[in-house]
């Protein structure tokens, strides 16, 4: 295989099902060597029979790719160094990090679990961060050494993340504190070669499929809009070489859809120079408030 990925070694956490099997697929057609990482839990993260990674590394291989399997817990850190570990040792090298792996927990906010809220937060926020920080390290090592890296880190947030989720308070604040995490990865590793941009994909996956079952149809034309293959090909971009120069971005990817997402800007502004009173704040406020655009709606309200 060859592609605008070949010889590149790119690891992707929770491919076993949904967008992660699609993007590890997607990567070893374009000649990517693959580290599939699944942990092989249900929708709500609890243990499932039978780890799927190695079944996709299995359809990797069967179609000509390069790929190994790997079911560490990427929320701890000796899972996430070991996901690194094996990409060194297996290949001999790491190019890529594709952050996918989550679940969901959804509760109404009066009635979310303090262990809910954690297990959210922690395999998607801490699921990020952990990778991120250990393939980070390699990456600085192999600039400080002379060899420059031409590494790329895909992170996966949500429209939840930038929108709101009605029930989804832990999996909204997880998905935007991942696009925070984003921006600063972006901005610190920059000097040692890697670039770091975030997806917000909408796709029929395990999280999604009872939403979209009910709102989607297929279109006359056989196009399905929400195969998550559709993320794929921007992910598979993202991380590659071609996608110099791109890095602190977040995109919006649906069906045929790609949006570049313009997040927390400067709006109107006042100042007066001195401390204002409550009164006078309120009153600025609503003035700027009529000046500026409204926000999007939060999903479910």
């Not at 993260?45 to 179609?63: H, T, Y």
């Not at 992910?235 to 997040?263: D, K, Q």
């Amino acid at each position: 295989m060859s592609g605008i990925c070949d010889g590149r070694v790119v690891v992707v956490t929770g491919a076993g099902r949904g967008l992660g099997r699609a993007h590890a697929r997607a990567y070893a057609a374009e000649g990517a060597r693959l580290v599939v990482n699944d942990l092989g839990v249900g929708l709500d993260g609890r243990p499932d029979p039978g780890s799927p990674a190695g079944r996709v590394a299995d359809e990797i291989r069967a179609a000509g790719g390069q790929a190994i399997a790997h079911g560490g817990d990427i929320a701890t850190t000796e899972g996430a160094a070991s996901l690194v570990a094996t990409a060194l040792e297996t290949y001999g090298r790491l190019d890529t990090l594709v952050n996918n792996a989550g679940f969901l927990r959804d509760r109404m906010l009066v009635n979310l679990d303090e262990d809910d809220w954690d297990a959210v937060l922690r395999v998607h926020l801490k699921g990020h961060f952990l990778p991120l920080k250990h393939a980070a390290a390699h990456w600085r090592a192999e600039a400080k050494a002379g060899r420059m890296p031409v590494a790329r880190i895909v992170n996966t947030s949500s429209g939840a993340g930038l929108l709101g989720s009605v029930g989804q308070g832990n999996y909204s604040a997880a998905k935007a504190g991942i696009v925070g995490l984003t921006l600063v990865a972006a901005a610190e590793l920059r000097r040692y070669g890697v670039q770091v941009n975030a997806v917000a994909p909408a796709a029929r996956t395990r999280m999604t499929e009872r939403t979209f079952a009910e709102t989607m149809t297929a279109p006359a034309d056989g196009f399905d809009a929400m195969a998550p293959e559709n993320v794929s090909p921007l992910v598979v971009w993202l991380g590659s070489a071609a996608s110099a120069g791109v890095s602190g971005r977040v995109f919006e990817a649906e069906g045929g859809r790609i949006t570049v997402m313009e997040g927390w800007r400067p709006g109107p502004s006042a100042d007066k120079g001195a401390r204002w009173s409550p009164g006078e704040a309120g009153e600025a406020a609503l003035k700027l408030l009529a000046e500026a655009a409204e926000p999007g709606a939060v999903y479910g309200a």
